[in-house]
C-alpha cells in the first residue's frame, strides 16, 4: 500500500486538530504517514497524537531551518520525500503557511495540485471549490504526485492507534530555501473561543452591526454555541475586529457544520472563504441579499431583534 504524506499542522509540537482529520483522510487512500517539521525537542509533544490517529510512519525534521523561514524550506522537505518514497499523494491543511509550501512543493516535483477539496475519494477524485467558492467540481491530478490542500472540518476524525517507525530525515535546507527570515511573530490574543479555521461552528458579523461595540452581539451567540467568531472584510476594515478574524477570499477559509453570517451580504470574496460550510444561516434585513441565494436557512429581519432572541431560545434549550 502506498503512502499519504500528511503534513502535520501543530503549534509548537501541539498537534492542530486538522492533522487528526488528514490523518483519518489519508488512511483511506493509504498508509499514513505524517510529516512532524518543527523547532528541536518539539516532536516529542505530538508523538502520542500521531500515533493515536494513525500514523503508520513518521518523518521527522527538528530543526530551526524548517521554522525559522518562510515555507521554502518545508517544501524542501517535502519535495525531498516525494522523490524519495513515491507517495500516492501529499495532503496539507487550508491554512496560510500550508497552503504556500503545498504550491512549492508541486512546482519543485512537476505535479498536480488541488486546492481547497472538501473530499477526497479513494482514487483521489477530489471535490473542490473554484472560482473563489462559487463553483464546487470534481478534479484529479494527472500528472505527478497529487499535492491536495484539504479545508479543515472536511473529515470527522477517527483514532486508529499505531506504532509509527519514525524516520529522522536528514536533509541540508539550501541557502536559496532560506531567502525569507522569519523576524518576528506576533501571537495572536486568546480569546477562549475555538480556531476559527477548525472551529465546528462560526458565527460572523458584518457591516449590519453598524458599530464595533455591537459585535459583543456576536460574541453573545458565538459563546452560546461555542463558536468561533468571524468578520466580513467591511467590518474588519472599519476596524469594528481584528483583521485575523476575517473570513474571506483575503481572510481565513472556514468549514465548520454551522456558519451563522449576521449582517453580511454574501458578497463573492465573502463566499469564497464560507462556502464550504455543511449548513450555512443568514440573518439580514434586507430579503434581497445575495446571501440568501446560498444559505440553507434564511432569517429576514432587523438583527438587533433576531438575534438576541436566538441567544435566548437556544439558552432556553439549554436549561
Ligand atoms: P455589506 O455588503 O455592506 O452588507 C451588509 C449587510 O448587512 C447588508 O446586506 C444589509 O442588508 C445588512 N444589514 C444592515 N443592517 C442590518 C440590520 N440591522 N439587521 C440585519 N441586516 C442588516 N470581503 C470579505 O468579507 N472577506 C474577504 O476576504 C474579502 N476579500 C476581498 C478581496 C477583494 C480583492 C475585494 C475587491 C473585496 C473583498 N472583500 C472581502 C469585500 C467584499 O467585496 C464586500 O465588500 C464585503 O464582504 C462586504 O461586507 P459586508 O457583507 O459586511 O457588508
Redesign the pocket.
Given at each position: 500500500m502506498a503512502e499519504v504524506l500528511v503534513l502535520v499542522e501543530h503549534a509548537d509540537g501541539e498537534p492542530k486538530k486538522v492533522t487528526a482529520e488528514l490523518l483519518t483522510l489519508a488512511r483511506s487512500l493509504g498508509e499514513a504517514a505524517a510529516v512532524f517539521l518543527g523547532a528541536p525537542g518539539t516532536y516529542a509533544k505530538a508523538k502520542e497524537y500521531l500515533a493515536q490517529y494513525g500514523a503508520a510512519r513518521v518523518y521527522v525534521v527538528e530543526s530551526e531551518d524548517v521554522v525559522g523561514y518562510v515555507g521554502a524550506p518545508a517544501a524542501e522537505v517535502l519535495a525531498k520525500l516525494v522523490a524519495d518514497a513515491s507517495p500516492a499523494a501529499v495532503l496539507v491543511a487550508a491554512t496560510a503557511d500550508s497552503r504556500e509550501i503545498a504550491a512549492r512543493v508541486a512546482a519543485k516535483t512537476d505535479s498536480g495540485l488541488i486546492w481547497d477539496a472538501v473530499a477526497l475519494t479513494p482514487d483521489l477524485v477530489a471535490t473542490q471549490g473554484i472560482f473563489g467558492g462559487s463553483t464546487i467540481v470534481t478534479s484529479k491530478v494527472v500528472k505527478g504526485v497529487p499535492v491536495v490542500v484539504v479545508r479543515p472540518n472536511s473529515t470527522a476524525p477517527e483514532a486508529a492507534p499505531v506504532t509509527p517507525s519514525e524516520q529522522t530525515v536528514d536533509i541540508a535546507i539550501s541557502d536559496a530555501a532560506k531567502g525569507a527570515k522569519i523576524v518576528d511573530r506576533v501571537v495572536e490574543a486568546k480569546s477562549g473561543r475555538p480556531d476559527l479555521t477548525e472551529a465546528q461552528v462560526v458565527v460572523s458579523?458584518?457591516?449590519?452591526?453598524?458599530a464595533a461595540e455591537h459585535f459583543t452581539l456576536v460574541e453573545k451567540l458565538a459563546d452560546t454555541l461555542g463558536a468561533a467568531v468571524g468578520?466580513?472584510?467591511?467590518?474588519t476594515d472599519a476596524g469594528w475586529y481584528p483583521h485575523q478574524n476575517?473570513?474571506?477570499?483575503?481572510?481565513k477559509t472556514v468549514s465548520p457544520q454551522l456558519y451563522i453570517a449576521?449582517?453580511?451580504?454574501?458578497?463573492?470574496?465573502?463566499r469564497?472563504?464560507m462556502q464550504t460550510s455543511k449548513t450555512i444561516v443568514a440573518?439580514?434585513?434586507?430579503p434581497e441579499?445575495p446571501?440568501f441565494e446560498f444559505a440553507d436557512y434564511g432569517l429576514v429581519?432587523?438583527?438587533?431583534n433576531?438575534v438576541p432572541q436566538l441567544i435566548e431560545a437556544i439558552e432556553k434549550r439549554r436549561a
Open positions: 458579523g458584518g457591516r449590519g452591526l453598524g468578520a466580513s472584510r467591511a467590518a476575517q473570513v474571506g477570499q483575503t481572510g449576521v449582517g453580511i451580504s454574501g458578497a463573492i470574496q465573502h469564497a472563504g440573518i439580514n434585513k434586507d441579499a446571501i429581519g432587523d438583527l438587533f433576531v
